[in-house]
């Protein structure tokens, strides 16, 4: 069972409820360009691991095929809909996983729990992502690793048309932010030394760029 936290983010208002999306977002066909991505996010996990907003499940196939041993896999996930399909897809796929309700911004683990933290395509959509990054930080060892795959926000014309089109899109899409300066904010944290960040032309406008990367929980704060 998942550990009460004794320094947890703040709580935020408002029910995650999106059964259209979520039945919508099954139907949508994953790119055989994601799957070096997804692996690049499941390569060697050992320890605990935890994998924040799940979705349907679609990283699980991908953590059985590297799995270690020892690896004890935590997930969370908010929307209903989408976490009853992850259970699912946990069963289908032979991961056993404690996927608990809760939302980025407030991780109900303790301090230091996990060796590796996932997201995958995750920041487009939490209402605040400094207080979930910073509750990332807080839940992962000194020395852990924060793996990511997210859309961001490009520039020049596609840019504008990113923006024009992010309300729109913010409605029909579970709340997904097309213009998100995600990596700008992940290389600005001093939590976290940046081992690797790169950008990845891929993708169908407006839903592009994609940049994966690793920060590693810094074991003391910067000077």
Same mark, same amino acid.
């Given at each position: 069972m998942a550990e009460e936290s004794e320094t947890t983010g703040r709580d935020h208002d408002g029910e995650i409820d999106h059964p259209v999306f979520a039945a919508l977002y099954d139907l949508i066909p994953q790119s055989l360009f994601l799957r070096t991505h997804r692996e690049y996010l499941a390569r060697d996990l050992s320890g605990r691991v935890l994998e924040i907003g799940v979705g349907n499940g679609a990283m699980f196939p991908y953590v059985v095929e590297g799995a270690s041993d020892d690896l004890e896999y935590h997930a969370i996930e908010p929307d209903p809909n989408m976490r009853s399909r992850a259970n699912r897809r946990a069963r289908e796929s032979g991961l056993s996983v404690d996927l608990q309700d809760a939302r980025a911004e407030s991780l109900p683990y303790r301090d230091d729990t996990f060796d590796v933290v996932l997201s995958g395509m995750v920041f487009c959509t %939490?209402?605040?992502?400094?207080a979930a990054l910073?509750? %990332?930080?807080? %839940?992962?060892?000194?020395?852990?690793? =924060?793996? =990511?795959?997210?859309?961001v926000g490009t520039d020049g014309w596609r840019r504008s048309g990113q923006d024009l089109l992010n309300p729109v899109w913010e409605q029909a899409a579970g709340g997904c932010q097309l213009n998100r300066d995600t990596v700008d904010r992940f290389a600005d944290r001093d939590e976290f030394a940046v081992a690797e960040i790169r950008r990845l032309e891929f993708g169908i406008f407006p839903v592009t760029p994609f940049v994966r990367g690793t920060l590693c929980r810094r074991r003391e704060p910067p000077v």
């Open positions: %939490v209402q605040d992502p400094d910073a509750e %990332v930080a807080r %839940v992962l060892k000194p020395g852990g690793e =924060f793996r =990511f795959l997210e859309h």
